[in-house]
């Protein structure tokens, strides 16, 4: 019986290898100082709608670089990508946020430029967009959605740049 209990007892003792717990889950490290994110949202087009405001709440460049190792590179590039898109962010070495390009498709177009698409093209339908911005820090300098509309078996391209307003914000048919 003792022999028993002791080669049963035996059996049980699995080693284990050490597992290593990263501090950020779901990034993914490229080439040099180049990182890359698997967003996670809550709701669906939540990182599109604001994709700057959903790195700051979701991301701490800081805790990211104590992990990585301090002074391990002078820029860092964090790639936040989704199945609709992605911003890639370019940080210093001290954390500070330099450059941003975001591209995403299909996203929710904001509603005063949904109502100039309608009043501006009658029988006309959106079925699909791409929307591109671009900035230094926080601040987007240039952003661009392009459109394409199907009227029956007509179709057209547009490009509209919501900061120029003015002349509908059509930048190109």
Aim: net charge positive; no cysteine; charged share 30%.
């Amino acid at each position: 019986m003792l022999l028993l209990f002791g080669t049963v007892a035996h059996a049980q003792i699995i080693e284990l290898e050490e597992a290593k717990v990263d501090f950020f889950p779901g990034i993914i490290e490229g080439a040099d100082n180049t990182y890359s994110y698997l967003v996670k949202e809550r709701t669906e087009g939540e990182f599109a709608k604001d994709a700057l405001g959903f790195m700051k709440r979701n991301f701490d460049i800081h805790a990211f670089i104590d992990e990585v190792g301090k002074n391990r590179f002078d820029s860092y590039e964090i790639t936040f990508q989704n199945g609709h898109g992605f911003l890639k962010a370019e940080f210093d070495d001290k954390g500070e946020l330099k450059k941003t390009r975001q591209e995403f498709k299909d996203v929710l177009v904001p509603a005063d430029i949904r109502t100039e698409l309608y009043r501006n093209h009658k029988g006309w339908t959106m079925v699909k967009n791409k929307y591109y911005a671009k900035g230094r820090g926080e601040l987007i300098e240039k952003e661009l959605y392009k459109i394409k509309l199907e009227n029956g078996k007509q179709s057209k391209n547009i490009t509209i740049n919501p900061r120029a307003r003015g002349a509908a914000g059509v930048v190109s048919r």
